[in-house]
């Protein structure tokens, strides 16, 4: 099943020649799922299961490079790739026409992959060439990022270092900031941005949700595999299952080069991905050894850089939206001007940070820019213009739809109005309150709550319980029974557990799970209502982003009496259920330390808490298993100290076989 999977995965993101349905590959991958968790002594580092994301990370680790991932020299034009193919003559002695290599550069995020015998075991961002953050976990949600190399066409290398790009797609990068814009979160400004921040995710399964794409264009080392020339690197990449970019070119002579690049150039705008630039490299390695590099650069390859998509203007105001979760978004409004002939009047600012750090004014002359179908955003304040009658702009401290109090969570950029009955988020909170994972209230679609809000039958939550026959028949096109079938599922509603009564008022970063941790650690509303931050922070799983929203939440006056009138209207809160309590592991604390080689450390944190047990960083008192892999340095010996029992992992692996 895993080989079929990978199969399927490798028709899908290299051939683009799916053979199964997206369903059933779900279908498949579940079933992978049960079968590793029913079986874990058949479990393999390599599995496609293993790109789910696991346990959040405290910090990455860095990763030095084994050969430095350069910069490329830029060109700006035509000519200046000719002065290129000029130098690189002279530097080899070659008074023919050279053969290069044209590749669409991706405006994307550089990345490394290793792999060792075919099996990916490290991912790394470019950082400073030299050395980079770890990444291996995020890198694994990637599904065009093969966990294990094909080797039905050619030997796979005993090590390989490919270098690539992490980029997102137009429609994928449309698609994310819509559903930032229905929630009301603040908006992406580009495709690349929002690839590094995605990468750089301590909580891999955040990643995961991200549709990220990579080509692969390079590599750094191949221990037993050598390449003559560049073109075979490429073929041999797509033959283990890599993803290469199907718009890379073999040219003989610079002319041929240049009109390639013309080439690309026109396919600017159908390419369903972002590109600054093509790449220009010389394609036999031999001649690349020869050419040698700087100490940032090879000599061998340059990027033409294309025009920006900018332009100059005037900001004549900053406005302020509201989103549909509270998030506040400042927007320049500016004197029209047109970019590759669309007209722009307003350009989003971010937060008040972006604000701060470009200090950008009200009156201030700009330089924006627009790439594809990408928000417009301001660059950078031409301060030579400044008159000093340009005004600085503060975000205001009360939500200009409803005056509540606006207030910025610690760790996070925007500022948000807290009130769930905020005009501007009084549908979403609607919405999701009546949500299945919440109140579960049947009938109340995006259609029927458009229809309440607009005839002022619902202004907050409560007024759901407010609702009878007679108001909802009165809607247009609600017959009697639809109407009464609405009623009877807003009375089922009313008994509820405290999880999904927390999770049903879409408390920032508290999600499905958040809500069950707050309510088996405090078990009643009115306890939630007077837990201060610490108390908050000491619960296990609640971190202090959380803390400070869950305390934000009870503080706004709005919010506690919605409580008491979504309780005064009969909604009864039940005792939450304490699940695990009988599975093996309830209530054992696991330290994994070393290199792990039968397991992933993110697969054996998994198994260990799918068995009720918790999987933590640091050895204590409190820990009861410390599983050491090969090299385990001081976690190892501070086990030993405390007397903590120390597993091999083939114990550990029998302890779960057990």
Same mark, same amino acid.
């Given at each position: 099943? =895993?080989?079929?999977?990978?199969?399927?995965?490798?028709?899908?993101?290299?051939?683009?020649?799916?053979?199964?349905?997206?369903?059933?590959?779900?279908?498949?991958?579940?079933?992978?799922?049960?079968? @590793?968790?029913?079986?874990?002594?058949? $479990?393999?580092?390599?599995?496609?299961?293993?790109?789910?994301?696991?346990?959040?990370?405290?910090?990455?680790?860095? %990763?030095?490079?084994?050969?430095?991932?350069?910069?490329?020299?830029?060109?700006?034009?035509?000519? @200046?790739?000719?002065?290129?193919?000029?130098?690189?003559? =002279?530097?080899?002695?070659?008074?023919?026409?050279?053969?290069?290599?044209?590749?669409?550069?991706?405006?994307?995020?550089?990345?490394?992959?290793?792999?060792?015998?075919?099996?990916?075991?490290?991912?790394?961002?470019?950082?400073?060439?030299?050395?980079?953050?770890?990444?291996?976990?995020?890198?694994?949600?990637?599904?065009?990022?093969?966990?294990?190399?094909?080797?039905?066409?050619?030997?796979?290398?005993?090590?390989?270092?490919?270098?690539?790009?992490?980029?997102?797609?137009?429609?994928? $990068?449309?698609?994310?900031?819509?559903?930032?814009?229905?929630?009301?979160?603040?908006?992406?400004?580009?495709?690349?941005?929002?690839?590094?921040?995605?990468?750089?995710?301590? #909580?891999?399964?955040?990643?995961?949700? =991200?549709?990220?794409?990579?080509?692969?264009?390079?590599?750094?080392?191949?221990?037993?595999?050598?390449?003559?020339?560049?073109?075979?690197?490429?073929?041999?990449?797509?033959?283990?299952?890599?993803?290469?970019?199907?718009?890379?070119?073999?040219?003989?002579?610079?002319?041929?080069?240049?009109?390639?690049?013309?080439? +690309?150039?026109?396919?600017? !705008?159908?390419?369903?991905?972002?590109?600054?630039?093509?790449?220009?490299?010389?394609?036999?390695?031999?001649?690349?050894?020869?050419?040698?590099?700087?100490?940032?650069?090879?000599?061998?390859?340059?990027?033409?850089?294309?025009?920006?998509?900018?332009?100059?203007?005037?900001?004549?105001?900053?406005?302020?939206?509201?989103?549909?979760?509270?998030?506040?978004?400042?927007?320049?409004?500016?004197?029209?001007?047109?970019?590759?002939?669309?007209?722009?009047?307003?350009?989003?600012?971010?937060?008040? !940070?972006?604000?701060?750090?470009? #200090?950008?004014?009200?009156? !201030?002359?700009?330089?924006?820019?627009?790439?594809?179908?990408?928000?417009?955003? +301001?660059?950078?304040?031409?301060?030579?213009?400044?008159?000093?009658?340009?005004?600085?702009?503060?975000?205001?401290?009360?939500?200009?739809?409803?005056?509540?109090?606006?207030?910025?969570?610690?760790?996070?950029?925007?500022?948000?109005?807290?009130?769930?009955?905020?005009?501007?988020?009084?549908?979403?909170?609607?919405?999701?309150?009546?949500?299945?994972?919440?109140?579960?209230? !049947?009938?109340?679609?995006?259609?029927?709550?458009?229809?309440?809000?607009?005839?002022?039958?619902?202004?907050? %939550?409560?007024?759901?319980?407010?609702?009878?026959?007679?108001?909802?028949?009165?809607?247009?096109?609600?017959?009697?029974?639809?109407?009464?079938?609405?009623?009877?599922?807003?009375?089922?509603?009313?008994?509820?557990?405290?999880?999904?009564?927390?999770?049903?008022?879409?408390?920032?970063?508290?999600?499905?799970?958040?809500?069950?941790?707050?309510?088996?650690?405090?078990?009643?509303?009115?306890?939630?209502?007077?837990?201060?931050?610490?108390?908050?922070?000491?619960?296990?799983?609640?971190?202090?982003?959380?803390?400070?929203?869950?305390?934000?939440?009870?503080?706004?006056?709005?919010?506690?009496?919605?409580?008491?009138?979504?309780?005064?209207?009969?909604?009864?809160?039940?005792?939450?259920?304490?699940?695990?309590?009988?599975?093996?592991?309830?209530?054992? %604390?696991?330290?994994?330390?070393?290199?792990?080689?039968? $397991?992933?450390?993110?697969?054996?944190?998994?198994? +260990?808490?799918?068995?009720?047990?918790?999987?933590?960083?640091? +050895?204590?008192?409190?820990?009861?298993?410390?599983?050491?892999?090969?090299?385990?340095?001081?976690?190892?010996?501070?086990?030993?100290?405390?007397?903590?029992?120390?597993?091999?992992?083939?114990?550990?692996?029998?302890?779960?076989?057990?």
């Amino acid at each position: 099943m =895993r080989t079929a999977l990978e199969r399927h995965n490798y028709r899908y993101y290299v051939l683009d020649d799916p053979e199964i349905s997206d369903t059933e590959y779900d279908r498949l991958l579940r079933e992978l799922f049960e079968l @590793e968790k029913q079986f874990p002594h058949l $479990f393999a580092v390599d599995s496609p299961t293993q790109r789910v994301g696991a346990a959040p990370l405290e910090q990455f680790n860095t %990763v030095t490079h084994a050969i430095p991932m350069l910069s490329l020299d830029n060109a700006f034009g035509f000519d @200046e790739l000719r002065d290129f193919d000029e130098r690189v003559k =002279r530097l080899l002695e070659v008074s023919g026409e050279l053969a290069y290599v044209v590749e669409p550069k991706i405006d994307g995020v550089a990345v490394e992959l290793v792999y060792e015998n075919g099996v990916f075991i490290q991912g790394s961002t470019r950082g400073d060439g030299v050395a980079g953050e770890e990444i291996t976990r995020n890198l694994r949600t990637i599904n065009s990022i093969p966990i294990r190399l094909r080797a039905d066409e050619v030997p796979v290398p005993e090590r390989l270092d490919v270098r690539g790009e992490v980029y997102y797609t137009a429609k994928g $990068f449309r698609l994310l900031n819509r559903e930032r814009e229905e929630r009301g979160e603040p908006l992406y400004a580009n495709p690349r941005n929002t690839a590094a921040g995605s990468l750089r995710q301590l #909580d891999s399964s955040i990643t995961a949700k =991200r549709p990220l794409l990579i080509f692969v264009h390079s590599f750094g080392q191949a221990v037993g595999h050598s390449f003559v020339s560049h073109t075979q690197a490429l073929n041999t990449f797509k033959k283990w299952g890599f993803r290469v970019n199907p718009h890379i070119e073999s040219c003989h002579g610079i002319e041929a080069v240049i009109a390639n690049c013309q080439k +690309v150039i026109e396919l600017r !705008d159908q390419l369903e991905y972002e590109i600054d630039g093509a790449v220009v490299k010389i394609d036999s390695h031999a001649l690349q050894a020869q050419a040698g590099t700087r100490s940032r650069s090879p000599r061998w390859a340059i990027a033409l850089k294309f025009e920006a998509r900018q332009a100059t203007t005037r900001i004549v105001d900053i406005k302020v939206q509201v989103g549909r979760t509270g998030a506040l978004t400042p927007v320049a409004v500016m004197e029209p001007v047109k970019i590759e002939g669309v007209e722009i009047t307003r350009a989003t600012l971010h937060n008040q !940070d972006e604000i701060d750090r470009k #200090d950008v004014r009200i009156g !201030d002359w700009v330089i924006i820019q627009r790439a594809g179908d990408v928000i417009p955003e +301001v660059v950078k304040v031409i301060e030579s213009k400044r008159t000093g009658c340009e005004r600085p702009f503060k975000l205001p401290e009360s939500c200009p739809e409803c005056g509540s109090k606006v207030v910025r969570l610690a760790g996070e950029a925007a500022h948000r109005c807290q009130q769930l009955s905020c005009p501007a988020q009084l549908k979403e909170s609607i919405r999701h309150f009546a949500s299945k994972g919440a109140m579960n209230i !049947d009938g109340l679609g995006e259609k029927m709550v458009e229809k309440l809000i607009e005839k002022g039958l619902v202004q907050n %939550v409560a007024d759901f319980y407010d609702l009878d026959l007679e108001k909802l028949i009165g809607l247009d096109r609600m017959a009697e029974k639809s109407a009464k079938n609405l009623i009877d599922a807003l009375e089922m509603s009313k008994n509820v557990s405290l999880d999904r009564f927390l999770f049903a008022f879409g408390i920032r970063h508290v999600g499905e799970h958040g809500a069950k941790v707050l309510a088996k650690e405090f078990g009643s509303i009115d306890n939630l209502k007077n837990a201060s931050v610490d108390a908050l922070v000491a619960t296990h799983e609640v971190g202090e982003i959380v803390a400070q929203s869950v305390f934000a939440f009870f503080q706004e006056q709005n919010n506690l009496e919605l409580i008491e009138h979504l309780l005064a209207r009969g909604v009864k809160i039940e005792q939450v259920e304490v699940a695990g309590k009988d599975l093996p592991f309830s209530g054992k %604390v696991f330290v994994f330390t070393g290199a792990l080689q039968l $397991f992933t450390r993110d697969a054996a944190e998994n198994w +260990v808490e799918s068995l009720g047990g918790r999987a933590t960083s640091s +050895v204590s008192r409190k820990t009861n298993f410390v599983v050491i892999g090969e090299n385990a340095g001081s976690k190892a010996e501070k086990a030993r100290s405390l007397g903590v029992p120390i597993l091999t992992e083939k114990e550990f692996k029998s302890l779960l076989a057990s």
